[in-house]
């Protein structure tokens, strides 16, 4: 039998132990400052209240950039700040540290951090986002992850450039890309879709501020704007509850051709906001809705992932939103 004094000696040791173990955890969660978890299907994140994706693929991973709504069963909108995530197989994730505030614009007036979307050019990664009336701003950081700093301290757009709008929320939802001549363009708007170039900088208007129109276009907000097999395809949320519809055309600024509903009501969340990207050669449809029980709802919203299919006409078929969410890209 060991005596009490040997009994004491082991326990003071393993404590000591144990101090130091976790001393080394902490020291390396400081470290890497990382959160990382699994995905079980949707919604993907679990932990906090996400909204209005954004997706950009670098090499074999795939970053996800999102609002953020603090708290769950809210009457109103409350976002103060943005998030990053990054994934290689759309199961396993990491959450960065917070990459960019509202606070971070010292021109707001809001206090809102609406949708943004961020796309690389030049080394640099650019995240244009918007305010609650305030306008459109860029943020650029040297990694996708950030942190990112206010890139021209002032607002790329305004109301101002919103000629064909009187409400002060017009100016909002910025999406970027890049088409196949190297020309980068960026669409917004609520009620109406706005579209510009950018300069090669990425930090200022090209040229006028064009808008979209065609028959049967009814957009309310949430503009993407993606490429594939030399069509260009622009979905957005239309009416209110929104779906999701999308038309094709053969150049950036159109003419569009309506082409039908994309994704249908998110069940109990009056907003759609989506992202559409391939990664690992598969296609994938990014969305939020208010899924996270039991405080979910239009203002507390969850990113969602299913998988999205073209036909053979080049049309994309109707989404699927499924809670199994996507199969691990391999």
């Known amino acids: 039998m060991i005596s009490r004094k040997i009994k004491g000696i082991f326990a003071a040791g393993y404590i000591i132990a144990v101090l130091f173990a976790t001393d080394a955890v902490f020291a390396q969660q400081a470290k890497d ?3 990382h978890f699994t995905s079980s299907g949707n919604p993907v994140i679990r932990h906090k209240y996400t909204a209005d994706p954004a997706a950009m693929v670098e090499g074999d991973t795939l970053w996800l950039f999102t609002g953020h709504d603090y708290a769950g069963g809210q009457n109103g909108y409350k976002m103060k700040d943005w998030c990053v995530f990054s994934t290689t197989d759309m199961q396993h994730w990491a959450e960065y540290p917070t990459p960019l505030k509202i606070t971070d614009f010292k021109w707001d007036k809001t206090g809102d951090a609406y949708a943004a979307q961020a796309i690389k050019r030049n080394g640099k990664y650019y995240w244009y986002i918007s305010t609650n009336g305030s306008g459109i701003g860029v943020a650029v950081a040297d ?16 109301n101002a450039d919103c000629f064909a709008s009187t409400h002060y929320w017009t100016c909002i939802d910025p999406t970027v890309m890049i088409d196949k001549t190297g020309q980068a363009w960026l669409f917004w708007g609520n009620g109406v879709c706005y579209y510009a170039k950018l300069k090669n900088n990425m930090i200022e208007i090209d040229g006028k501020v064009g808008k979209i129109d065609f028959p049967g276009f009814k957009f309310e907000e949430a503009p993407w704007i993606h490429e594939y ?3 260009y395809y622009l979905s957005y949320a239309s009416g209110l509850p929104e779906k999701t519809a999308y038309a094709m055309a053969d150049r950036p600024e159109g003419p569009y051709r309506y082409k039908g509903i994309l994704n249908e009501l998110a069940g109990n969340c009056g907003t759609n906001h989506q992202a559409i990207v391939a990664f690992k050669g598969k296609w994938y449809f990014i969305y939020h809705n208010g899924g996270i029980e039991r405080d979910g709802g239009s203002f507390s919203r969850s990113v969602c992932i299913d998988r999205l299919y073209y036909n053979r006409d080049g049309s994309m078929k109707r989404v699927v939103m499924t809670s199994e969410g996507v199969k691990p890209a391999k």
């Open 33 to 35: 400052s990382l959160y």
């Open 143 to 158: 990694r996708p992850q950030g942190p990112y700093h206010d890139a021209i301290g002032k607002p790329l757009l305004t």
């Open 229 to 231: 097999k030399g069509k």
